[in-house]
Structure formats: structure tokens, C-alpha cells
């Protein structure tokens, strides 16, 4: 976490790219720059807002739902009108039904406090995958930018050599001009020039090569005369770490993302099981609704009936007498206006609701047992995280104690074959060696300075890889 603080305050530091793309760049401007700019990083944070997102679901799960409905449709035939609860028939008529309905959890076996809790350590999973994605990048500049340096000195170390055979070429000839020297001599060393010059183009190539690999880490395909800035370099001669290897593995275990994430994962598959087990308990919950509605067969009486006497209604007593029945007037009806029904019509409800699971083809049981086998799963591979961390960490130790031995080996390789070079190269002056004799010791002389830049550039790779584990910067 540490080395990630520290790259993010580079980033809002730096003067970085646009101001001066002539300038050479550091390794810390590297950094920030693919931090800000890589491709996979930018896709890690979008699974990161996925999550942010994911969670923030979960937290409104508790909150009661609330809906509005509208409702506008034509009958025909025989049907019930809603508000009069009478039926009605032959035309067409027009019903309209306007609420407002809420629910909400009130007990569910506690399944969506699990889910937040779920969600959240998901989130901290997919923040420690964004930490991981930028510390791999972070390491992978930091071998490539070394690899530059590498190049970088190896190219003079090529071109010094070379200044060095075209000196003696020219000592040669002179020599062979007044008949001190043969001149095959002058011939062996015209062909070393020629050599030492591929091996020139050779070194060109490969710093060209290294640069092109930095630049495509940082996708500066649009950027003209990139260089890095070249640093002071010196290895520490003596002593490789104060601490074992088991001591950078323990350090590393509290900080490293890849172990952080696997954990929250773990948690998250617990939380799962809490999920699941929360399925065999009875749900509670609370639903209430508001409406009214409208309807155009909905009518009220403008003129009541009348009585207007009474009359013989047909049938007769047993005496032959007319019956007489009282008549009244058929009543005046007109349809009820819609603001007068969305008054009349208002309908409220509230109920609870209680689901007691009895049965439902196992599915419970069956998540239960998915729920702890991916549970089981997430061990595994929290077990196998801190496993690859130990060999990583054990590997690199021994590595960085390997690249130290053949540091300091080749130094003492190149010391010897600079005297031999240096005695060779005064008996060639007198004529005491050949001058093939003189090309072999000089191009041993190239070969240890090879392996001894080889061998400080690993070294120190592998140093800044152990220094990464104790959450210390990557600095030069």
C-alpha cells in the first residue's frame, strides 16, 4: 500500500509529460504515467465501480419500495365496474385507476445485511485487484527502464572498445609502414575494427529494441525523442539485506494486494453462506397501497322518482277487485364527474405478510451447499496466494544473493583481465605477441565487462523486487 501512496503522489506531483517532451524522464515519471494511462488498469477500476455500485444496491435493499400506477382501459359486454360493484353491460366504457403502493422487508433472514456485508468485502476485493494490476505494471517499467541502462552502457562500453582497436589499427600501421610489424598484423587488426564495429550495431540495435519496449508499455507512439534519465548506479558491494527471506515474506503477507484480495474474497464467500441459510427463515413483510379511480358508467341521481298515485296494476283480488299500486317516475341520471369520483373512489390498504418456507424443491439446501463449497474454494486459493508469495519471495531472495556473488565475480574478472589487456598490450607495442594473441585477451576484456554490466543491472533489478515486498518505493 505503501508504494502505491507513494505513485500517487507522483502522479499529482510530477510535472509530468506535456511540459517538456525533450526532457529525459525518470523512473518515478514512468510510472505515474502507465499508472495513469495503462489500458488494463483503467479496465480493473471500471470492475472497481461495478463493485462500488454492486454495494450501493445492496444498502438500498433495506429501504421500502415505492411505486406509482396508472391504469386506462375500455370494457365491453358484461363486466363489474370496480367502483359501483355492479355489473353493467352493452357499450363501450372508459375506467381509470391512479395509486401509489409501497413494500418492504421487514424480517427476511437477515439476507440483505448479509448482502451488504458481501458486497462491501467484494468491493475491497476489486480495490486490491486495482493495487495488484499497479504494482505488476510498476515492476514491469522498472525492469524495462533498467533494461534501457543496461543498453545504454553496454553501447559504450562497445564504442570504447572500439575507439581503443582503432587506435592500435592506426599504431599498427605505422608500424608496418617502416617494416617493424608484418602485415598480416595490420590485416588482424583492420578485421577486429570491422567486428567491434557490428558489435557497435549490434549494441545500437539492442538500446533501440529497449527503448521501443518502455515506449509501448507507456503507449507513447505519439512522443518524438523520448529518453529516460540516466541515474548513478552503484550496487552495494558488501551485504545483500538486513532481513531473511522469511522476514520479507511476513512484511509482504500484511501488504501485498494479491493476499489482501484473496482474503476479502474468502469473507465474501462467508458471507455467501449467511445468504443462503437466511432462505430457511419466514419472511415478514409490510405492504400498503393508496388509490382511487374513475369510471364512465359511474353515475348519480340529478332528478329522484316522483309518486304520481296509484293505478291498477292488472291482477285482482279473489273478490274480482282491481289492485292498485303505487307508480312513481323513473329518476334523471347523469355521470359523476371525474373530480367528484377520484374523491368517492379513494381506497387504502395496509397489510402484513408473513411466508413461512415449507418446501421449495431444495433450493435452499442446494445454495447452502454451493455457498461452502465455493467457501472452501476461496480457502484454497487464499492458501495457494500466500504459497506463491513464499516461493516468489524465497526465489527472489535467493536470486538477489545469486546476482550479488556474480556481481562481485565478474568486478574481479574485469580487474584481472584489465591487467592481462594492459600487459598484452605492451608487449604487442614491442612485438612480443601477436596480433591475434591481442584481439583474443582484448575481446575476453569486452566479454567480462559484458557480463559484469549484465550482472549489476540484475542484481539491482532484483534488489528494487525485494524492496517492492517490504512496501518500500521503487526509486533509482
Known amino acids: 500500500m505503501k508504494i502505491m501512496i507513494f505513485l500517487s503522489c507522483i502522479l499529482l506531483s510530477c510535472p509530468l509529460f506535456s511540459q517538456d517532451k525533450g526532457k529525459p524522464w525518470i523512473l518515478q515519471q514512468c510510472i505515474a504515467f502507465a499508472l495513469k494511462n495503462n489500458i488494463q488498469i483503467k479496465q480493473n477500476l471500471l470492475n472497481q465501480k461495478l463493485s462500488e455500485a454492486t454495494h450501493l444496491q445492496t444498502k438500498a435493499q433495506l429501504l421500502p ?6 391504469s386506462h382501459s375500455y370494457n365491453n359486454g358484461r363486466k363489474v365496474d370496480p367502483f359501483t360493484n355492479s355489473f ?24 440483505n445485511l448479509n448482502s451488504i456485508k458481501q458486497s462491501r468485502y467484494e468491493l475491497l476485493a476489486a480495490q486490491q485487484d486495482v493495487l495488484k494490476i499497479q504494482n505488476d505494471i510498476a515492476l514491469n517499467i522498472a525492469s524495462a527502464y533498467l533494461q534501457i541502462l543496461f543498453a545504454q552502457e553496454l553501447l559504450e562500453v562497445a ?76 550496487p552495494p558491494a558488501e551485504g545483500l539485506l538486513n532481513s531473511t527471506a522469511g522476514q520479507v515474506y511476513d512484511a509482504a503477507l500484511t501488504r501485498q494486494p494479491e493476499i489482501k484480495s484473496a482474503e476479502f474474497k474468502l469473507k465474501s464467500s462467508e458471507r455467501s453462506i449467511a445468504i443462503a441459510k437466511g432462505g430457511l427463515f419466514p419472511r415478514l413483510s409490510l405492504n400498503a397501497s393508496y388509490g382511487t379511480g374513475y369510471s364512465s358508467v359511474g353515475q348519480y341521481i340529478t332528478k329522484p322518482p316522483a309518486f304520481q298515485g296509484f293505478f291498477p296494476n292488472g291482477d285482482t283480488t279473489s273478490s274480482g277487485d282491481l289492485v292498485f299500486s303505487p307508480v312513481t317516475s323513473s329518476p334523471e341520471f347523469a355521470t ?36 461452502k463449497i465455493y467457501t472452501e474454494g476461496a480457502k484454497l486459493t487464499l492458501q495457494l496466494q500466500k504459497d506463491n508469495l513464499r516461493k516468489t519471495i524465497q526465489q527472489a531472495f535467493n536470486d538477489a544473493a545469486s546476482g550479488l556473488k556474480k556481481y562481485q565475480a565478474s568486478g574481479k574478472a574485469v580487474s584481472a583481465m584489465e591487467e592481462s589487456f594492459k600487459y598484452t598490450d605492451q608487449k604487442y607495442a614491442v612485438g612480443a605477441v601477436t596480433a591475434t594473441d591481442y584481439n583474443d585477451v582484448k575481446n575476453k576484456l569486452t566479454k567480462v565487462k559484458s557480463d559484469l554490466l549484465q550482472a549489476k543491472y540484475d542484481y539491482v533489478f532484483k534488489l528494487k523486487v525485494l524492496d517492492f515486498y517490504q512496501g518500500k518505493p521503487i526509486t533509482l
Do not use: C
Request: proline fraction near 3%; avoid cysteine; aromatic fraction near 10%.
Open 65 to 70: 419500495t415505492l411505486n406509482g400506477n396508472i
Open 88 to 111: 353493467t353491460s352493452g357499450d363501450w366504457f372508459l375506467s381509470q385507476n391512479f395509486s401509489l403502493s409501497t413494500s418492504v422487508t421487514l424480517f427476511g433472514g437477515f439476507q
Open 336 to 371: 359523476t364527474p371525474f373530480s367528484d369520483q377520484v374523491d368517492q373512489n379513494l381506497n387504502r390498504s395496509i397489510g402484513f405478510f408473513l411466508t413461512v418456507p415449507v418446501f421449495n424443491n431444495l433450493q435452499t439446501h442446494t445454495a447452502i451447499t454451493r455457498a
Open 159 to 234: 564504442r570504447g572498445q572500439s575507439d581503443i582497436t582503432k587506435l592500435q589499427a592506426e599504431r599498427t600501421r605505422k608500424l608496418v609502414d617502416v617494416g617493424n610489424l608484418p602485415k598480416g598484423n595490420l590485416f588482424d587488426m583492420e578485421a577486429q575494427l570491422a567486428i567491434e564495429e557490428v558489435n557497435i550495431v549490434n549494441a545500437e540495435n539492442s538500446l533501440s529494441f529497449s527503448y521501443l519496449n518502455l515506449m509501448q508499455m507507456l503507449n507513447l507512439d505519439t512522443i518524438t525523442n523520448f529518453a529516460i534519465a540516466k541515474p548513478d548506479i552503484a
